[in-house]
Structure formats: structure tokens, C-alpha cells
DNA sequence: AAGTCGGGGGT
DNA sequence: ACCCCAGACTT
């Protein structure tokens, strides 16, 4: 075995490095934030907030756990939950399949004759939506399992205090990170050493040219802030640009309802409703084939404004086309919803959300 | 190893 | 504009 692995951190940089765990877990001691699920943290409510943390803000989570919580208290509740509710659950939240996978493993877990999560990082890795990061997570913070947890607060606070120049976005380099969190983990208080490690890349270690070196409890031990360079850190390969896309977005309104339409189940947004839309600028011809084709071709029609919506890989430039008309025919994949039906019942993604302000406006209009 | 999958807030 | 976020899964 001749890997990277080895040769990547010398055992000696670890070691040395060991002692800054005292002040670390001193620091966050008086220093952590009041989170929801730091209030009560067993295994579900725990399992709950990381799926909900994958690459989403603290304060986008907040709001959106209370009221899972609050719909879905336990693994069971979670298990038979209609799909539909999820969704709606998850609306606004992003990356939809973190859902659908939470509810595959509770399910899976219901199905084993459970009621709530295996208590060892392997078992919880088998499931579906547990990745290294969260089985570490769950393991180490619900059930005091000496585990790490790297994510991406973890990966940028070692590369400074390492001073590590390698690419943390390669797997190899994240396994090696993940050797090194192993190696320096607090077996005693793994849950705590693990949070604290992610609270001060949250709050103090901050991203790009941001750190808050000054107030940082381990600076000392900080390879990085010595050479007074942690905003070099981490180095990361270039990601590729997104690819834009022109689409036309359809807001057809009658007898105060609107077309929605189901998404496919696979691919971006799947099984979500949407406004309906075409990719390109459709002419004027094009959208009253469209709307013939619906069942629609008296529609009056009347341009709409221009609306943007940025995806991690994609951008789309949408178009909005207004259309009226007499009646409300069956689409394909179409319903016909009205505004109680949006507030409770169909998931719409932020995408749709340049004419969401509009369409409620009609929905509740005279004559509409 | 690269691509897919959302959305929002900070700089 | 660009960054990146308590990442996981598929190809």
C-alpha cells in the first residue's frame, strides 16, 4: 500500500496538534449556539437536523425543523408519512431526494420490527441519505460513539491548522482529513469534540477571506495563522460553470384556480409541481400551439415579466406568459389549484417564486 | 473522479 | 459575480 494517505499528514503534525483540544472544547462550552436539536438530542431528532444541515445554512434549518418536528415527532410518524406532506415539509428546502431517502431509511428501519435508529456508524451507514459525514454525525453526537464527522466546516478549519495545500474537493484528500479527525477526536466527548470542531468553522474559521483569526481559542496551534495566511485555505479546484437555460413559464389562470403540473419523477425537482414550462422563448405562434394543445386555444395571453432562478449546475431565464382562459379543461400531469390547494397541498419550488407574488394576486381577484 | 441535485446569504 | 454551505448518490 503505497497511497496518499500516509504520506499526506505526518503522525508527528497530528500529534502535536493534540492538545488543542482542551481549549477548543473550553471555547465551545461557552460559546455554542442555542440550536433546536442541541436542546433534546436523540438519535431522530438528531438524524432529523443533519439530513436537513447537508448543504444548507443553520438559519435556513431552523424554522423548517420546528415544524417537521412539530408534523413528524418520531421515526414511525416519519415512516407512513404521504409523500405529498413531505414535499410540502421540505418546500423552499432544496435537494428533495434528502427527504425522500430520510423516509426510505425510516421505513426500512420499521420494516426490521424498529422503532428508531441503529445505534452503530456502520449500521447507519447502510441507510439510504447516511453518507460518511452524517453516519459520523448521528453516531457521535446521539449516541457517544467515537467516530469524526468531517463536513465542510471541518475540512477548511484542518487545511489551516494543518496548512494543507492538497484539493479537498478529491475523495482521497477527504479520507485522508477524515485519518487526521480520527486521530485528534476526543473519545470521551466525541459528540461535543465533533460539534465544536463545526461551530468554530461556522462562527470564527469562516470561509474565502473572512476568518476571525483574532478570536479564534486555538490559534496558537493554527499552522496557517502563523504564516498569516488561513485565507488561503482551503485550496479547492476550479468547479465548472453552470449552463444557461432560456425557458418559458406559463401562468394560466381561470375561475380562480391555476395549471400546475407534476414533474417528472427522476431528474431536477422530480415529482415536485411547477408552473408550467417550455425550454426557449416561445414566439407568439408557438405559445397558442401550446395552448391549443391544452384544451385552451381562446386563452387571452399578455407578456409577463422576466425572472431568474440560480441551481447549483443550471440557471434559468424564464419568460412569464400570462394566459385566460374561459375554462378549466384536464391537462396531463395537470391540476387545477386554487390558493388554499398552494398553501397546503402542492410543493412549488423557489423557482417559480419571481410570479408566485402575481399569481396569488389573481388567484384572488374578481373574474379570474 | 466527475456529474447531479436547491436554495439562499455573504462578500 | 462568485463563494459555499453540518453532503449523498449515480454514473
Given amino acids: 500500500m503505497n497511497d496518499r494517505r500516509k504520506s499526506l499528514f505526518v503522525p508527528e503534525k497530528i500529534d502535536a496538534l493534540r492538545p488543542f483540544s482542551a481549549p477548543l472544547l473550553a471555547w465551545y462550552g461557552a460559546n455554542a449556539r442555542r440550536l433546536p436539536w442541541r436542546v433534546l438530542p436523540t438519535p431522530y431528532r438528531v438524524w432529523v437536523s443533519e439530513i436537513m444541515l447537508q448543504q444548507t445554512r443553520v ?12 408534523a413528524l415527532p418520531d421515526l414511525p410518524a416519519l ?4 409523500e405529498d406532506r413531505l414535499l410540502k415539509l421540505w418546500e423552499g428546502l432544496g435537494y428533495y431526494s434528502r427527504v425522500r431517502n430520510m423516509q426510505k431509511a425510516a421505513q426500512a428501519v420499521v420494516l426490521a420490527g424498529g422503532t428508531n435508529l441503529p445505534g452503530s456508524y456502520e449500521a447507519l451507514r447502510a441507510l439510504p441519505g447516511i453518507g460518511p459525514y452524517t453516519a459520523g ?28 495545500r492538497e484539493d479537498i474537493a478529491l475523495p482521497q484528500v477527504k479520507r485522508a482529513f477524515e485519518q487526521a479527525a480520527a486521530a ?54 476550479p468547479k465548472k460553470p453552470r449552463v444557461v437555460e432560456e425557458r418559458t413559464v406559463f401562468v394560466v389562470v ?50 409577463l415579466g422576466d425572472g431568474k432562478h440560480i441551481f447549483s449546475h443550471i440557471e434559468w431565464r424564464m419568460k412569464g406568459l ?47
Wanted: aromatic letters at 8%; one cysteine or more.
Fill in 184 to 237: 485528534l477526536l476526543l473519545r470521551e466527548c466525541p459528540g461535543d469534540f465533533n460539534q465544536a470542531m463545526m461551530e468554530l468553522g461556522a462562527t470564527v474559521c469562516l470561509p474565502n477571506a473572512a476568518p476571525r483569526c483574532a478570536d479564534c481559542p486555538v490559534r496558537a496551534f493554527c499552522a496557517a495563522a502563523r504564516a498569516g495566511n488561513a485565507p488561503d485555505y482551503p485550496y479547492k479546484s
Fill in 59 to 70: 438559519e435556513a434549518v431552523v424554522p423548517y425543523y420546528e415544524r417537521f418536528l412539530a
Fill in 137 to 164: 454525525a448521528v453516531a457521535s453526537i446521539a449516541f457517544g460513539i467515537p467516530v469524526p464527522a468531517v463536513d465542510g466546516n471541518v475540512l477548511r478549519v484542518l487545511a489551516r491548522l494543518l496548512a494543507c
Fill in 79 to 82: 415512516a407512513r408519512a404521504p
Fill in 254 to 303: 381561470a375561475e380562480h384556480t391555476v395549471l400546475l403540473r407534476r414533474r417528472a419523477g427522476k431528474g431536477l425537482l422530480a415529482g415536485m409541481w411547477e408552473l408550467p414550462n417550455l425550454a426557449g422563448w416561445l414566439s407568439a405562434e408557438e405559445t397558442g400551439a401550446v395552448l391549443a394543445g391544452w384544451g385552451m386555444p381562446e386563452a387571452e395571453t399578455r407578456a
Fill in 322 to 368: 400570462l394566459a385566460l382562459p374561459h375554462a378549466c379543461p384536464p391537462v396531463e400531469d395537470g391540476v387545477w389549484a386554487n390558493a388554499a390547494d398552494l398553501a397546503e397541498r402542492y410543493a412549488l419550488p423557489s423557482a417559480f417564486r419571481p410570479y408566485a407574488r402575481l399569481l396569488l394576486e389573481l388567484l384572488a381577484r374578481d373574474g379570474m
